[in-house]
């Protein structure tokens, strides 16, 4: 006997002789488990995703480098108002009073105020600082003193950042403002509840005046998670333990499946919090693993269990039988499903290593607690039972002969039976054609793939009180923001450009740059349309004629100044243009940031290709950033990532199933045929994926890696029973019926159970996890059609090109149930004719409803000894 066949021997023993032992020490570790999940931090949001990306490292850069457009060190709070104008004196008076509010509060800690409102006061009273003192400015001004301020603030060219898009010079009327509120917080303060008390603050205040900040962001990208959850679950809940109790029919054995299965959930989230991992929206995938792969197992061992005990095997008699034959196949599905798992650890995105990690452990977890718990307390609770002769309720297995998924589950290899090397070869040409075609799905990653919708589901309004969801702003914030306000990075791509700015050739080197634009950057007269230094310099050269006397002497053969630019950056520090200069030009003149307006219309992708072509025109180390470059940048590591996983995945699981088939049951071929169905689900989902117009995601990058371990999980299933019944009897047809018979009945339970469950996900408030839910049942489905359709015909011709046995190719005679052959039109007889002049017994009629003929085997030949 071989070492791993005495391992499994002894674990199958340990669990028959020791119930007591076995149940008592998983129970225990789930207590240790357990205080881990009250360790569990939220980490939500796109900022999770861009960590080691490049162009994301670049704007981090650009951030702290580059006042004041970007802010420094301090957090700061926006502050948005909406009015009919918001420059006219009660829009000025309810910007200051909100200010004024947050100023007072001694926990806000305020530093500074920048807002049109300051700005107009301080053309009213120069000694106005404080919002306090900008109010009084305002309110002992005469109206003609107060337009005659808006007027000369729009002066300058900062003043109109701050207002929306519609603020008209000449009337001096705006219908939003800006107000940027600077804190000094200290790192240890609690950002996200300082800036919520901030927004009660401006709610309560005079005037539509709203406060927004990363910390209310990050706030709504964490609830939306667990409220999310807190919809799913229960849902997920009812569904998956109403289908259970159905599958399992028996109130003892639902109750233990369940503890099984929270006991995965306990196992691996309680790992989770004490490693510190935070769970993110990726890892709420993982609660589903464990579900569907945890339900697999548990409906396999009791429904083989019931098989064994229907034939009146005793219960330990039945559990070793059981667990003899599942504990293979479990472990092949488990190895094999953690491989796929840990494949996503090759990606460079954080959190999809974390998901590799995390999912592969609790696959783990999930083979030791049924393979050792569940049957043990099976064992146990049925001992329990006949002790005090309580009565048995649902003990008949799923797909019984006598049911009708018994009768059905075996007429879904009529469609293949008649010629299955032709059946599979169409499904492998229609596969290639899927994969093709999938090829070409899109991939996104936004900020609104985190965020909850403007707008709440309808559904949301009819669910019970304690399952409503809170109140959500940042999105429609975020959407009023980039229509309203030019500071929007939507339309812009940014080169950042590591020089010495102060060379003689650096002005000289952008202006080259902006020649000849690609096509999907905004052109004017041949020229890009940026902002950089050199539009501070020309802003200010039209104000001051000194200043621009310098410039012109500084360009000795003219166009751009080539000498004397440390000079021209001090005078822009000394002028009104400080601020402006600030935003391309860092403080100690070693690099730069140009702006470049794109194309509304153009793709991200065309956007990104194109800023890294004109990033490559620059002199110095030159990126290409911005908010479009840095997320394109990161769904194209998503799209990497997800190819390279699965490639990983079926390379790694083909070694591993064909090392274990091997090893188990001497037949390294059937594990490279148990590949075959997954791979038709795989294309075919990635097909379906871009039909449906669903790209991949944050999440959705992980259904591929799913569909690996869902779908290995289901063959191997189908794949090892057909080949223990087919070495216990050499009858490849009997095995056939048997397996879709057992097994596929397992199997249906199993699909319902999970794909029902899973897919109750579309509830959820975010669209990105309903996506998630759809794809994942829509996995599992294919999975499962892929097993029961694809599979058996594709055992068939391992048999046939194994065995040589080219006879199991070719178009078969189906029987009745009396065991007649409709082709001979002789349904009174009980025997089949033989080409060696002797008959065959025909088919049970009780036992199977139907049986291909095929052609029998050679005299003397004994199939079993052929592999």
């Not at 519609?166 to 800006?178: K, P």
């Not at 229609?430 to 090829?439: N, P, R, S, V």
């Not at 609104?448 to 709440?456: H, K, M, R, T, V």
Request: contains cysteine.
């Amino acid at each position: 006997m071989d070492p791993v066949t005495r391992l499994f021997g002894a674990v199958t023993d340990r669990v028959i002789e020791r119930p007591r032992r076995v149940v008592i020490a998983c129970l225990v570790v789930t207590a240790l488990f357990a205080p881990g999940m009250a360790l569990l931090e939220a980490d939500a949001g796109s900022e999770q995703f861009t960590d080691g990306i490049e162009e994301a490292d670049a704007l981090d850069r650009v951030n702290e480098r580059f006042e004041p457009a970007f802010g420094g060190d301090d957090t700061t709070t926006q502050l948005i108002q909406r009015d009919a104008n918001v420059l006219d004196r009660r829009g000025l008076l309810d910007m200051l009073a909100t200010a004024e509010r947050l100023s007072d509060r001694d926990g806000q800690r305020v530093t500074d105020v920048s807002a049109p409102a300051m700005d107009v006061a301080a053309e009213i009273d120069a000694d106005a600082d404080t919002p306090a003192e900008a109010r009084d400015a305002i309110e002992r001004a005469s109206d003609g003193e107060i337009d005659d301020a808006v007027a000369a603030a729009a002066e300058d060219p900062g003043f109109a950042t701050l207002l929306s898009d519609d603020f008209n010079r000449e009337s001096g009327t705006a219908s939003a403002a800006l107000g940027v509120v600077s804190h000094s917080f200290p790192e240890s303060a609690d950002t996200q509840a300082l800036q919520r008390e901030a927004r009660t603050i401006a709610e309560e205040s005079p005037g539509d005046v709203t406060a927004f900040g990363s910390g209310i962001v990050d706030n709504e990208f964490e609830r939306v998670i667990f409220d999310s959850l807190g919809i799913v679950v229960p849902a997920a809940l009812a569904v998956i333990l109403g289908l259970l109790a159905y599958a399992y029919r028996d109130p003892f054995d639902f109750v233990l499946g369940g503890v099984a299965l929270l006991m995965t959930v306990v196992w691996t989230f309680g790992f989770t919090g004490y490693a510190g991992i935070a769970f993110s929206e990726v890892l709420i995938a993982v609660p589903v693993l464990l579900l569907a792969i945890g339900i697999d197992f548990g409906i396999h061992t009791v429904n083989r269990y019931r098989e064994d005990r229907a034939a009146g095997a005793p219960p330990e008699t039945a559990m070793r039988g059981a667990l003899g034959q599942l504990v293979v196949a479990y472990s092949i599905i488990a190895g094999t499903t953690i491989i796929g798992f840990l494949a996503n650890l090759t990606s460079s995105l954080p959190p999809l290593r974390e998901f590799g990690l995390v999912a592969g452990l609790g696959i783990c977890f999930t083979l030791v607690i049924f393979v050792g718990f569940l049957p043990a307390a099976k064992l146990l609770v049925d001992r329990w039972r006949a002790e005090r002769d309580l009565p048995e309720f649902g003990s008949r297995p799923l797909g019984s002969e006598e049911s009708a998924l018994g009768r059905l589950l075996p007429r879904l290899s009529a469609m293949s039976r008649p010629a299955p090397a032709v059946f599979l070869a169409v499904v492998l040409l229609l596969t290639a054609g899927a994969a093709g075609y999938g090829a070409g799905v899109d991939t996104t990653f936004e900020d609104d793939d985190f965020l909850p919708p403007s707008e709440q589901p309808a559904y949301v309004d009819y669910l019970p009180g304690p399952l409503q969801p809170g109140e959500y702003s940042a999105t429609e914030t975020i959407d009023f923001l980039s229509e309203n306000f030019a500071t929007s990075e939507d339309d812009t791509v940014t080169i950042y450009v590591e020089r010495r700015m102060t060379s003689d050739s650096a002005l000289r080197s952008l202006a080259r740059a902006e020649r000849d634009p690609p096509d999907t950057f905004v052109a004017v007269d041949g020229r890009a349309s940026v902002d950089s230094v050199q539009s501070a310099i020309d802003a200010y050269a039209a104000e001051d004629p000194e200043f621009e006397a310098l410039v012109e002497a500084s360009a000795l053969d003219g166009g751009r100044p080539n000498r004397n630019l440390d000079r021209i950056y001090a005078e822009l520090r000394d002028s009104p243009y400080d601020d402006f200069t600030g935003e391309y030009l860092a403080d100690d003149s070693r690099s730069t940031r140009i702006v470049y307006a794109v194309e509304s219309d153009a793709t991200d992708a065309e956007i990104t290709a194109d800023a890294r072509r004109v990033a490559d025109r620059y002199r110095g180390d030159a990126t290409a950033t911005g908010q479009i470059v840095v997320f394109q940048a990161v769904a194209d590591t998503i799209f990497d990532s997800a190819i390279v996983s699965l490639a990983a995945a079926l390379g790694l699981s083909a070694v591993f199933l064909v090392v274990l088939f091997w090893l188990l049951l001497g037949s390294p071929t059937l594990g490279l045929v148990t590949l075959v169905p997954v791979t038709v689900s795989v294309a075919t989902l990635t097909a379906t994926m871009r039909l449906g117009g669903i790209p991949f995601n944050a999440i959705t990058a992980t259904i591929l890696s799913i569909s690996i371990g869902l779908g290995v999980d289901y063959t191997v299933h189908v794949a090892h029973r057909f080949h223990d019944e087919y070495e216990g009897g050499g009858d490849v047809d009997r095995a056939v019926v048997t397996t879709l018979r057992g097994t596929g009945g397992a199997l249906t339970g199993t699909w319902a159970t999970t794909a029902l469950g899973t897919g109750v996900l579309v509830l959820a408030i975010t669209p990105i996890l309903g996506q998630f839910g759809l794809l994942t049942a829509a996995s599992i489905t294919l999975a499962y059609l892929a097993s029961l359709t694809v599979l058996p015909p594709a055992l068939l011709v391992w048999v046939a090109v194994v065995e040589r046995r080219p006879g199991l190719l070719f178009v078969g005679r189906l029987l009745d149930a009396a065991g007649a052959s409709e082709v001979d039109g002789d349904r009174g007889s009980t025997e089949r004719p033989r080409t060696d002049g002797g008959t065959d017994a025909a088919v049970d009629p009780e036992a199977d409803a139907f049986e291909w003929q095929t052609d029998p085997e050679p005299p003397g030949d004994d199939p079993s000894q052929k592999r």
